[in-house]
């Protein structure tokens, strides 16, 4: 049977919180103060603590100081307000989620169905972490590179939480992965798990999607619907590309977050949110807000603990052992086993990947079917451009005057006689952004052409154009 210990000096906060965890059949004991939460927990070690910080002898996070005392209880704050400050002090501390006065017998009760001892998830975060150096992953993340091991430390360190995520990274690096595995690590793991874009959602359909709506609400609404957040229950909701949600919508998010609650379109009754919420953006966050597409309180309620992944190109050293994976995954769901040629490998650590892994992926599947056999030479894999070579170091041909300028010429068919010029010093994504203008100018706007004549996805290239109309610098492109 579970036992919980509630320290909290107002007598009768503590006495409802112990009637309603006693109706759980659980076992409870109280203290009003520290020395008698020390001897509680003396006298029998506590599978759940909930802690009120602020006690007549101290602060509860006294109790932290030794680690060995709450080594085998996982704690949950309770509070009589929630705050940005709340929950980096529970990170901080070590808690796993945090109440907020009066207790909502729905969340108290998603507490207690995921209490879990934090010895056998550190258990578990040890064991993926043991596999990063003969296997190359950590769950459903691969790479060696030291971005990634920063990036996995991160993950273990947050998932043990309830804390909000704000993953940042460019578009096929993986944003949705590092979501699913922080959930995969966390105490909500047996519940749902639910990923929406949301700038694949029509603004007009937008706050119904996430919120719900009653029947008759609007137009066309014959019946109930439950939102993502009411789907999502006990679990984890992860919000990609929140930069594309309508800024009036924004506003009710942030109320979500603050204070757990929600109302359905057309509703009047508010609703409990038992959710852990994840968000991303392919955007630099501090831009989004500059140019009007984030709420400045929304990021900093987002931003609790932020997480920013490596894009492909930062750690090529990882392409061979991603692509390798990758292969043997489409010969597993085929049936035929392929493998790279050494002259495709040498191609593939070339490449520059602007679409990051999901265009490795992709390149890797393509090559699969295009090859006859079971090698898979360079033939059907990207080639990697002159501006490729230029930004890793490699050489290009002098243009004059030859001390100031060097030339990128577009070696492609399609691009006889047409090449696009750099000054020396030119950033990476100035670069970037000058030959995906002219790419499309080149090709007259055609943006499955432009897209195909770069090697990058469509959905890429659509984002990129969005970052350069936000941000003023698509004059280029008309």
Same mark, same amino acid.
């Given at each position: 049977m579970t036992h919980a210990l509630i320290v909290d000096d107002d007598v009768d906060s503590a006495s409802t919180l112990k009637a309603l965890i006693m109706a759980e059949q659980c076992t409870v004991a109280v203290a009003h103060n520290l020395r008698d939460a020390r001897r509680q927990i003396a006298l029998q070690q506590p599978d759940l603590?909930?802690?009120?910080?602020?006690?007549?002898?101290?602060?509860?996070?006294?109790?932290?100081?030794?680690?060995?005392?709450?080594?085998?209880?996982? !704690?949950?704050?309770?509070?009589?307000?929630?705050?940005?400050?709340?929950?980096? @002090?529970?990170?901080?501390?070590?808690?796993?989620?945090?109440? !907020?006065?009066?207790?909502?017998?729905?969340?108290?009760?998603?507490?207690?169905?995921?209490?879990?001892?934090?010895?056998?998830l550190k258990a578990e975060v040890e064991t993926l972490a043991a596999q990063v150096a003969p296997?190359? =992953?950590?769950?459903?993340?691969?790479?060696?590179?030291?971005?990634?091991?920063?990036?996995? %430390?991160?993950?273990?360190? !947050?998932?043990?939480?309830?804390?909000?995520? /704000?993953?940042?990274? %460019?578009?096929?690096?993986?944003?949705? !992965?590092?979501?699913?595995?922080?959930?995969?690590?966390?105490? +909500?793991?047996? @519940?749902?798990?639910?990923?929406?874009?949301?700038?694949?959602?029509?603004?007009?359909?937008?706050?119904?999607?996430?919120?719900? =709506?009653?029947?008759?609400?609007?137009?066309?609404?014959d019946r109930q619907h439950l939102g993502f957040f009411e789907r999502a229950s006990g679990g984890t909701l992860f919000l990609d590309e929140i930069t594309e949600m309508p800024m009036e919508l924004q506003v009710k998010l942030l109320r979500v977050l603050e204070t757990g609650s929600f109302m359905r379109v057309g509703s009047t009754q508010m609703q409990v949110a038992d959710v852990r919420v994840l968000a991303a953006t392919n955007r630099r966050p501090e831009q989004a807000v500059a140019a009007g597409q984030l709420r400045e309180d929304l990021l900093? +309620?987002?931003?609790? /603990?932020?997480?920013?992944?490596?894009?492909?190109?930062?750690?090529?050293?990882?392409?061979?052992?991603?692509?390798?994976?990758?292969?043997?995954?489409?010969?597993?769901? %085929?049936?035929?086993?392929? =493998?790279?040629?050494?002259?495709?490998?040498?191609?593939l650590a070339q490449y520059r990947w602007p679409g990051n892994v999901r265009e490795l992926r992709n390149a890797v599947q393509r090559a699969y079917v295009m090859a006859a056999g079971d090698v898979i030479d360079e033939q059907w894999l990207p080639q990697p451009s002159l501006l490729s070579h230029a930004a890793?170091?490699?050489?290009?041909?002098?243009?004059?005057?030859?001390?100031? +300028?060097?030339?990128?010429?577009?070696?492609?068919?399609? /691009?006889?006689?047409?090449?696009?010029?750099?000054?020396?010093?030119?950033?990476?994504?100035?670069?970037?952004?000058?030959?995906?203008?002219?790419?499309? +100018?080149?090709?007259?706007?055609?943006? %499955?052409?432009?897209?195909a004549a770069l090697g990058i996805s469509l959905k890429t290239l659509y984002n990129r154009l969005k970052e350069y109309a936000a941000d003023g610098l698509d004059h280029a492109a008309h």
């Open positions: 603590v909930l802690l009120d910080l602020q006690l007549p002898d101290g602060s509860g996070m006294e109790l932290f100081s030794v680690p060995e005392l709450l080594a085998n209880s996982e !704690v949950v704050l309770i509070t009589g307000y929630a705050s940005l400050e709340t929950s980096i @002090q529970a990170l901080r501390l070590g808690a796993a989620d945090y109440l !907020v006065k009066p207790i909502n017998l729905l969340r108290l009760q998603g507490v207690l169905s995921r209490l879990t001892k934090p010895a056998l296997s190359g =992953h950590f769950g459903a993340l691969w790479g060696r590179a030291p971005a990634m091991l920063q990036l996995y %430390e991160q993950i273990a360190r !947050v998932a043990m939480t309830s804390v909000t995520v /704000f993953i940042t990274g %460019e578009s096929g690096s993986g944003k949705e !992965v590092v979501a699913q595995t922080v959930h995969d690590l966390s105490r +909500r793991r047996k @519940q749902p798990f639910l990923a929406v874009n949301c700038g694949a959602i029509s603004p007009n359909l937008i706050e119904s999607e996430i919120f719900g =709506h009653e029947k008759g609400s609007f137009t066309g609404a900093y +309620r987002l931003n609790v /603990f932020p997480i920013e992944l490596p894009p492909l190109r930062d750690r090529l050293s990882d392409v061979d052992l991603l692509a390798r994976h990758f292969l043997t995954a489409f010969g597993a769901q %085929e049936g035929q086993a392929k =493998h790279f040629s050494a002259a495709a490998l040498e191609r890793a170091g490699g050489v290009v041909a002098p243009a004059t005057p030859p001390a100031a +300028r060097r030339t990128a010429s577009l070696s492609d068919e399609a /691009f006889e006689q047409e090449s696009i010029t750099l000054t020396i010093g030119t950033t990476l994504a100035s670069a970037e952004r000058t030959l995906i203008l002219a790419t499309l +100018r080149h090709h007259h706007h055609q943006k %499955e052409r432009t897209a």
